[in-house]
């Protein structure tokens, strides 16, 4: 199997980066250097200049908006975007919703949703997780009940990342009990300005609100908002799930950051922070990760040579996610170990540092605690091994 990219891959590639040279406004690339908080507006603002070139939803048919790009390009274009600090707009627009209504959507749906999902002029959020129905979605308790031309949804989900600034909410809900728990989950489509929703915020270790819990109150939503067949959202979730996993890996943000890596242990040396014996237990470290890093790497690129044959590997979504969930946490906890008692401090947000390099001492410990959920949302670690045991080990 050919794992080197063509002379036209590589010509694409140089017409990325000077794409991303160009258009990328110099306050985000700082921003996602130094870790701070991206506002809606700046996510808003990024992904509607990649919209106006075409780049948005690149991965979507040609006929909603996408772009045909073969499986090389697309790998290119995530790890370009990632090696120059571009934030990577909002993956409940781009990765989840917009491939399902391609997929599943009515031919209403996708003429009222998809051209606004791709310039976030929806904002949307994900409403899975429930209170005992997290990794075990199956379990999903909040009810969604027939009444003539509505569902009256009642119950809570959890951990609803950016639902304080959603338009929309895409979610599954029961519509029967009397099945496989896997049966009668419907996935529906609701405005969130639908009377009986209440978001209330939770705030994670590194003091960001991003996750909510949000709670349903006989919310009346029209039957016309269903994706799907009522009963079948469970079909509906396994395509959307499979690519949020995929784009879960995100190798080119672990390349980089061992990029930032490397170069905080230059400054650290130079500048007599470590000691001898300190610099080659680290360098030896670093190396174990560049060689993970790169076989992972190896692995994305020949799910993306099969992918370009028609072919694919089982489970290899699952695969990435857990290799790729695990390397980021490996990142954050060298650079807690590097930053040493500097890095217990609460971020701040206000501040962007003077030197880039700051970015990854201010605030390492709490970014290395809230880096522990990679490893448990678009399903946990343990479940993909789970998966993979099963369909590519037959255990």
């Not at 045909?68 to 990765?95: C, D, K």
């Not at 799930?241 to 995929?246: I, Q, V």
């Not at 237990?281 to 044959?309: N, P």
């Amino acid at each position: 199997m050919k794992l080197d990219f063509t002379p036209e891959e590589t010509a694409f590639r140089d017409e990325v980066r000077s794409f991303l040279k160009d258009a990328l406004p110099d306050d985000l690339r700082r921003k996602m250097i130094n870790r701070d908080h991206l506002t809606k507006e700046d996510t808003v603002r990024w992904q509607r200049i990649l919209n106006a070139r075409g780049w948005a939803v690149t991965h979507w048919p040609v006929e909603y908006g996408g772009q045909a790009w073969t499986p090389a390009q697309r790998y290119i274009f995530q790890e370009e975007m990632a090696l120059a600090h571009a934030p990577e707009g909002s993956p409940f627009n781009v990765n989840m919703i917009g491939p399902v209504l391609c997929k599943f959507g009515t031919p209403a749906q996708q003429e009222r949703f998809l051209a606004a999902t791709a310039n976030i002029d929806i904002w949307w959020c994900q409403g899975f997780s429930e209170p005992g129905a997290g990794s075990d979605l199956a379990s999903l308790k909040t009810t969604a009940v027939r009444d003539g031309d509505h569902y009256v949804l009642n119950g809570q989900k959890i951990w609803t990342t950016q639902a304080q600034h959603a338009d929309w909410m895409f979610g599954l809900f029961r519509t029967d009990s009397s099945g496989k728990k896997q049966q009668g989950i419907t996935f529906l489509l609701l405005d969130m300005k639908t009377p009986g929703i209440t978001v209330r915020p939770i705030e994670t270790i590194d003091g960001e609100h991003d996750a909510n819990e949000v709670f349903f109150d006989d919310v009346r939503v029209p039957v016309e908002n269903i994706i799907g067949e009522e009963g079948r959202g469970w079909d509906v979730a396994k395509h959307l799930l499979g690519s949020e996993r995929s784009g879960i890996a995100r190798i080119g943000l672990s390349k980089e950051r061992l990029s930032q890596l490397r170069a905080l242990e230059t400054r650290l040396a130079a500048d007599g922070t470590l000691t001898g014996e300190e610099q080659r237990r680290l360098a030896h470290k670093l190396a174990e990760v560049e060689v993970e890093l790169r076989a992972l790497e190896l692995t994305q690129l020949r799910v993306v040579a099969a992918d370009a044959h028609g072919g694919g590997a089982n489970a290899a979504a699952s695969i990435l996610k857990v290799k790729g969930t695990e390397m980021q946490q490996r990142m954050t906890e060298l650079v807690t170990e590097l930053a040493g008692p500097a890095g217990l401090a609460m971020p701040d947000h206000d501040h962007a540092p003077n030197d880039p390099d700051d970015g990854w001492v201010n605030a390492a410990a709490p970014f290395y605690f809230t880096m522990r959920k990679v490893s448990i949302f678009g399903g946990s670690n343990e479940v993909q091994k789970n998966i993979i045991a099963k369909t590519m080990l037959g255990l």
